[in-house]
Each structure stands twice: as structure tokens, then as C-alpha cells.
């Protein structure tokens, strides 16, 4: 166990994607805990000296956040930016924040901005989040809210999952003062509902997605699906309360299918949100509904997460006992497979092994390896100190986990060996 950070101030580690492709670098914000979007830089430190790096410096009172890196080299890194020079019309809001992405020192808008009819097909209406490269360091998700909708009414902003495309750069004819251009041609892939039908597969959240597999996962027909993301989203009951179940949706590999509208306009409406592309295939994939603690739970946050191979995804729901354990279920669907069993549960966020061989979490204030096919529970450190629950992250190369713990009033990082 090592402490990589001291400074007397935050260290925020992003879910997923926190190291640097060489396994030598470990990417932050400085987020108070993580509780309000006030941090001025991106950041990185070296895990083998110690050295801390700026990677990027926010001005005009804006302000930046959830940095991921993408995993194939060139170094590329990608976070949350706030709105410059906000004002009372225009502050950080779910709705009011754009990807930035950094190679080089050099930063560029991932995705643009249209708030203004008609709208602009590949650009969005109001904010993206945590921001991931698929695998291949190719394609990006993220999640989003809708600044259209928003004013028009909260209660029509609903969560959704997106997904962005290198086959940009998209060029709004920017009317507003706070529309600008992007790199990337951005569309949502997941389809909400303000009132989902009560028993039924609608829903009217769609959040913590991962992507399927390096390569995406093979269907039961022995075909190969090349892109994938899983999410979870809320769907109601029959007696109308949230339960929250896994779905997947199956992504077009041909990037000229994005540019196609499905059932409504990729772009959106002046009264209804942005909508998936023709060939974007939304499934549910648990059906928990029967169950004595229904649904994938939301505390601990988690993010559901894929091995390499695409055969299993990962996420957490209650055992009958009431305790969190981690679950398997193959993307084409079928019974989820519990992997963990007994007290003292699931305690984090989690991600795969490299290897897809095992899982890493944190279990009884100690961060551990789970066999993926076993179950069998490895600890890596001793219990000392509450690490968080936010963020379980390993190296490209398997030989190291990070995480983040409180020291002295201020949450540092650590890492340890995983005996690779």
C-alpha cells in the first residue's frame, strides 16, 4: 500500500480509464470530495516518483472535472469543462457543461453545443459527463442532460447515455453566445420516457453506462457485435416504484448510419429530446422486478462494467439477505449469475482485472481481488482507514490498483500491488 498524493487539498479519481496507457501515470481533478464542481485544474501524478503535473488550467471562472484517459497511446485526456464567465443565466448545471478533450497542451471541444432551432444533427442541446473511450481509444460515452428540455420543463430533462463519433468536426451556426463548435459527431443511444409504463421494459433514466468487451461480444447466432454500451436504467413497478434494471444497446459499426434518423430527429425537437440513430437497439437485459430487494441498487454508486472477452457484465444488486453482492449476466441476457456471497458485501464501485480474470472492490474497509469465475476473495490491503467508494482503478499492465482515502482531513490517493 502506497500513498502517491500529500498535498493538503482533494484528489479525485475518475470510475474508470485513470491511468495513462504506460501504467505510469494516474489522472485527477481537485473536487472538494467530489461534492461541488469547483476545481480549476486537471492533474496527474507519477506513481513511481511522486511528481505532480498540471495538465490543464480552466479560466474565465469555469471550472473542470472527471478526467479519464483515453487507453491507446497517444496520451489523450478528456474531462468535464463549466461554462466561462458564468453568470446568473448561465452556470455549471448538469445541463450547462461540454467535453474537453487535451493531447499535446493542446484543448479542443469534444462535442458542440445548438440550443437554437432549427437544431444541428451531431451537435447536443446541453450537457455531457464522465466521458469514456470505448476500448479501441476510438469512440467515446458519456452521460447527458438536456438544456432545451430543461427550460421548457425539469421534469422533461431526463438522464440519458451517448455516445460520440471521431467523424466530426460539427459546426453550429452558433446564434447564441454560449453555442459553440466540437471535434466529435455526438448522438444518444438510449431512449427515455417522462412516465414509463408501470411493469414494462420504459424507462426514464439511463445512467452509468460501460462499454461490451475490448472488441464488443459474440451473439447467440455466433455473429459478432462489434460495439455495445450497457447501462442501467429505471423502469417502475407495478405498483409504480423505481427499480432499477440493466439494458444494453447494440451500436451501428458504420458511422454514416449515425447521420440517419430513427423513429424522430437525431437532433432533437423544440419539444422533444435528441433521439438514437437508425440501427440503435435498445434491450432490457434483468427482469428483477419479482425479486425481495428488486432492482441493481445505487449505493454504493456503481458504473456497470464488462470484461475484456465481452462474455459477462458486471454490476450490483442486493442478495436476498439484503447485502450487496456483485452479479454476472451475459449480454445476449439470461439468469444473472451471483458471484459474491455473505457479509460483509460490496462496498465500491468496481472494475475488471486486464486479464478479465477477476474483479477489484473494496470489502470490509479492505481493497480486494475477486475471482471471476470462483468468487474466491483476495485481499490486497489490511483494512486500514475508510477507503472511498467512488473510484477501484487498475493499471493497463494488471500490476497495480488505485483508489482514493481520507488522510488528515483530505482525500489522497493510493495504490498497491495486485501480485501481477
Known amino acids: 500500500m502506497k500513498q502517491l498524493t500529500f498535498a493538503s487539498r482533494h484528489h479525485q479519481l475518475t470510475n474508470i480509464n485513470a491511468w495513462t496507457p504506460d501504467s505510469r501515470w494516474l489522472a485527477f481533478d481537485v473536487r472538494p470530495s467530489g461534492a461541488s464542481f469547483t476545481g480549476e485544474t486537471i492533474e496527474r501524478v507519477n506513481v513511481d516518483t511522486g511528481e505532480v503535473q498540471v495538465i490543464y488550467r480552466a479560466g474565465h471562472g469555469a471550472c473542470v472535472g472527471v478526467v479519464t484517459v483515453n487507453p491507446c497511446p497517444p496520451e489523450r485526456y478528456v474531462f468535464i469543462h463549466g461554462p466561462e464567465n458564468p453568470d446568473a443565466g448561465w452556470r455549471y448545471d448538469f445541463h450547462h457543461r461540454r467535453g474537453v478533450v ?56 431526463l438522464r440519458n447515455v451517448g455516445v460520440a463519433l471521431p467523424c466530426g468536426p460539427v459546426i453550429p451556426p452558433c446564434r447564441h453566445p454560449r453555442e459553440y463548435a466540437g471535434s466529435h459527431w455526438c448522438a444518444l443511444v438510449s431512449r427515455t420516457t417522462p412516465q414509463p409504463a408501470a411493469g414494462s421494459d420504459e424507462i426514464n433514466r439511463a445512467y452509468e453506462e460501460g462499454w461490451i468487451g475490448n472488441a464488443g461480444y459474440t451473439r447467440a447466432d455466433g455473429s459478432r457485435q462489434r460495439r455495445a454500451l450497457a447501462f442501467i436504467g429505471d423502469t417502475l413497478s407495478l405498483s409504480g416504484e423505481k427499480v432499477p434494471e440493466l439494458f444494453i444497446v447494440d451500436l451501428p459499426d458504420d458511422e454514416q448510419a449515425w447521420k440517419r434518423a430513427g423513429e424522430t430527429p437525431v437532433q432533437g425537437t423544440c419539444t422533444a429530446l435528441p433521439a438514437p440513430p437508425q440501427g440503435v437497439m435498445q434491450r432490457r437485459l434483468t427482469f428483477t422486478h419479482a425479486r425481495r430487494y428488486p432492482g441493481l441498487v445505487n449505493t454504493p454508486r456503481h458504473w456497470v462494467r464488462s470484461n475484456p472477452q465481452g462474455s459477462q457484465i458486471a454490476f450490483l444488486m442486493k442478495d436476498d439477505a439484503g447485502v450487496v453482492q456483485l452479479w454476472l449476466i451475459a449480454p445476449d441476457g439470461g439468469e444473472p449469475r451471483q458471484l459474491t456471497y455473505g457479509p460483509p458485501g460490496v462496498q465500491s464501485a468496481f472494475n475488471w482485472h486486464p486479464s478479465g480474470e477477476a474483479l477489484g472492490f473494496v470489502q470490509a474497509n479492505r481493497l480486494v481481488l475477486c475471482d471471476a469465475h470462483s468468487g474466491a476473495i483476495t485481499p490486497l490491503t489490511q483494512g486500514t482507514g475508510e477507503p472511498s467508494a467512488d473510484a477501484v482503478v487498475f493499471s493497463p499492465d494488471g500490476r497495480h490498483i488505485a483508489w482514493m482515502q481520507d488522510v488528515g482531513g483530505f482525500r489522497q490517493l493510493f495504490m498497491a500491488s495486485t501480485g501481477e
Open 102 to 157: 487535451v493531447e499535446n497542451g493542446v484543448a479542443a471541444n469534444l462535442d458542440a453545443m445548438d440550443i437554437t432551432p432549427p437544431f444541428t444533427p451531431g451537435a447536443l442541446r446541453g450537457g455531457s459527463h464522465v466521458h469514456v473511450w470505448s476500448p479501441d481509444g476510438q469512440w467515446l460515452s458519456f452521460t447527458y442532460n438536456d438544456h432545451v428540455m430543461h427550460e421548457r420543463c425539469p421534469a422533461l430533462d
